[in-house]
């Protein structure tokens, strides 16, 4: 029977949506501004595209999906979660549940099969945030029961947001407005693309009206610049404008034949689409640029010695650039990266007979990297067991390429009130190095951290299990205090250079780091250790860091989504050990008298009649003085990052647990 029709003014759902509503996938109630832009500060962005709205299917499934998350889903993909149990809420991942059963030892994150917005399985490593992520949601199911961070329903599609191609609004923009649009593009791509100069980029806009070839490029320049500004209510809307006519003009012929442009095209296009939310769709594009280098012979220092000086430079850069980003992308996905040299990256770094400015610093650091981060992928994807030599072993690697390619003015940025475009982008490029460092000390070591709680929640849960001591790997509190440090500093960092006025809106890479922080954070104070109250401040900024991105970038929001359930998860938690201890000494005490003092501009209040009620009425922060003053052990000379607010001294690096031997003081001390 078909269902009646329903009149304008009783309908649900809007008749239009906004474009940032539509981007994000947001429920629009079509106001001017509606209340999802309200709630992000971006009324000035909330517009209307004119002409006939298409027509769509729609069904009760779908409804609940665009209410309940930012992921964008086509009815098939619904219908596919509906149809495969292994996909299903009622039945997630059993395989990861069994692990969990089987004891602390076998527990580790697996790799999954993810589904895309076409409902395509695609698929994400074991080191990759998103199996750590679905790995803690069937821990803390375990040990404290449903809770709005473990009921999620569509935990196993990967959120990708859509962009619109049709329905922008035109766009024109004097020489004044692309300045800054290029301007954003280097602070964004600092560290990560080394392609251009700024005075080669002036040199190409000036002149659009009279090239071809190079205008494809110039558009995803200003796609790249405009998804960072905000000074334009519709900065968003253009730099999807941008990014549709570059990407028309790159697959126009440009796959016949391989070329640096072609090359510079796909990466320019990746970069854009991660800050976009579409990592399936960048992967793919970083593919095509790693086959036409490989075809062009960028990866084999052999080919460079007959070039000349100006060609070799180019060649050099886009090589350098393809590698960065392609193994930065590869490490959060824990995908095999598409641009591995058959030669070591130092070989290539040699031919470098350019002066190293500082500017470029960074480049060259993330390079030098590149090697050991395929290294640790390759390492934990094979590992079966925890190798505690075979770990400290590329620690020491990743020690002796910090003493190498990290100069003194890389670790220490002193930033003032009034900050010039260069050394903002020097500053934000020292910041994706460290940071770039920090996450790969957390991958390497997170396995042993994962033991390490693990092994103590499974010691509550059974109070008569005694786990064996010799089972355990060697120094695995200290590199388990290892994985906690790099999370810290990382998050820190972060904290730091926002305060500092020194994040920009879009950050596509750095976003995907804070989170894998967040999640080792969150985890470590789940399980109870007896943390400092720089673990629980960390915890605080990275959420802060994802807040202020989410204002540009779906995904920053779902992470910090994510990560906020997990904060009600672990204050959830901790009342419940409170109840416990409080029911455990019950038989020796009454509470007699309980006084509530009601104030004049409060209503009349009911007094609590158990000490469990009374419980209830502590807020987060009582729940936290409380929880340090339970566990008098937290460290009192951590080696942490520093900041002079004095000079808004930026510390970028820091001594770690490894090579540090004041980290005998860790948190783990006396355990």
């Not at 429920?27 to 298409?54: F, L, W």
């Not at 130092?346 to 090697?371: G, P, V």
């Not at 075979?390 to 670790?411: I, V, Y």
Request: aromatic fraction near 8%.
């Amino acid at each position: 029977m078909p269902r009646p029709r329903i009149r304008i003014e009783d309908r649900q759902r809007a008749v239009k949506a906004c474009i940032p509503c539509k981007s994000s996938k947001k429920r629009c109630d079509s106001k001017t501004p509606c209340s999802p832009c309200v709630r992000r500060s971006s009324e000035q962005a909330c517009v209307y595209t004119e002409g006939r709205q298409k027509k769509r299917r729609t069904s009760y499934t779908a409804s609940q999906l665009d209410e309940d998350t930012t992921v964008s889903q086509h009815s098939e993909t619904i219908n596919f979660l509906a149809q495969h149990d292994s996909f299903s809420s009622d039945n997630p991942h059993r395989h990861v549940q069994d692990q969990i059963n089987n004891g602390p030892g076998n527990s580790a994150p697996r790799s999954r099969l993810l589904l895309n917005s076409k409902g395509e399985k695609v698929y994400v490593g074991n080191a990759a945030a998103l199996a750590f992520l679905q790995f803690l949601r069937q821990i803390l199911s375990k040990h404290m029961g449903p809770s709005h961070f473990t009921e999620n329903r569509l935990g196993n599609v990967m959120l990708e947001a859509q962009i619109p191609g049709e329905g922008l609004p035109d766009f024109e923009e004097d020489v004044e407005q692309k300045r800054v649009l290029v301007d954003n593009f280097f602070l964004a791509s600092s560290g990560i693309l080394d392609l251009y100069t700024r005075s080669e980029v002036y040199e190409l806009f000036t002149d659009m009206d009279n090239m071809n070839e190079s205008k494809g490029l110039l558009y995803l320049v200003f796609a790249i610049g405009g998804q960072c500004r905000v000074s334009s209510p519709l900065s968003l809307n253009y730099s999807q404008r941008y990014f549709t006519h570059g990407q028309r003009i790159a697959f126009e012929g440009m796959l016949e034949d391989p070329s640096i442009r072609l090359i510079h095209s796909f990466l320019l296009m990746a970069f854009y689409l991660l800050g976009a939310c579409r990592r399936n769709a960048a992967f793919m594009y970083l593919g095509i640029a790693a086959r036409a280098a490989h075809a062009l012979g960028l990866h084999d220092a052999d080919q460079y010695s007959s070039l000349t000086r100006s060609e070799k430079s180019l060649r050099l850069r886009t090589w350098k650039s393809l590698r960065i980003l392609d193994v930065m992308t590869s490490s959060i996905l824990a995908r095999p990266s598409a641009s591995l040299s058959t030669r070591p990256d130092t070989a290539i770094a040699k031919i470098n007979s350019d002066d190293r400015t500082m500017l470029k610093t960074a480049t060259n650091a993330n390079f030098e990297i590149c090697s050991i981060i395929e290294e640790v992928l390759q390492y934990i994807s094979q590992q079966s067991t925890l190798d505690s030599e075979s770990t400290q072993g590329l620690l020491q690697k990743l020690s002796t390429w910090s003493a190498t390619n990290l100069s003194p003015e890389m670790r220490i940025c002193s930033v003032g009130t009034s900050i010039g475009s260069s050394e903002h982008e020097k500053v934000l490029g020292n910041i994706h190095t460290a940071c770039l460092y920090y996450f790969t000390v957390m991958l390497l070591t997170r396995p042993f951290l994962i033991r390490y709680l693990m092994s103590r929640l499974s010691t509550k849960s059974n109070s008569g299990m005694n786990i064996g001591s010799n089972s355990e790997p060697a120094n695995l509190s200290d590199l388990a205090q290892v994985s906690i440090d790099v999370a810290v500093y990382m998050a820190q960092t972060c904290q730091n250079a926002m305060s500092a006025g020194l994040i920009i809106d879009n950050m596509c890479i750095l976003k995907a780091w804070v989170f894998a922080a967040g999640l080792v954070l969150g985890f470590t104070l789940f399980a109870n250790i007896e943390v400092s109250s720089e673990v629980e401040n960390a915890f605080t900024g990275v959420r802060d860091v994802l807040k202020k991105l989410s204002h540009q970038s779906p995904q920053a929001e779902h992470y910090h989504d994510v990560l906020s359930s997990f904060s009600e998860a672990i204050i959830k938690r901790r009342k419940q050990i409170a109840q416990e201890r409080r029911r455990a000494t019950s038989q020796y005490v009454d509470r007699i008298l309980v006084l509530d003092v009601q104030n004049d501009q409060q209503q009349q209040q009911t007094s609590p009649i158990s000490a469990d009620a009374d419980f209830s009425r502590i807020d987060a922060d009582s729940i936290e003085n409380w929880w340090n003053s339970e566990f008098p052990f937290a460290p009192e000379n951590a080696d942490v990052l520093t900041a002079d607010w004095d000079a808004f001294a930026l510390q970028i690096s820091e001594n770690f647990a490894f090579d540090n031997e004041a980290a005998s003081r860790g948190l783990f001390e006396g355990m």
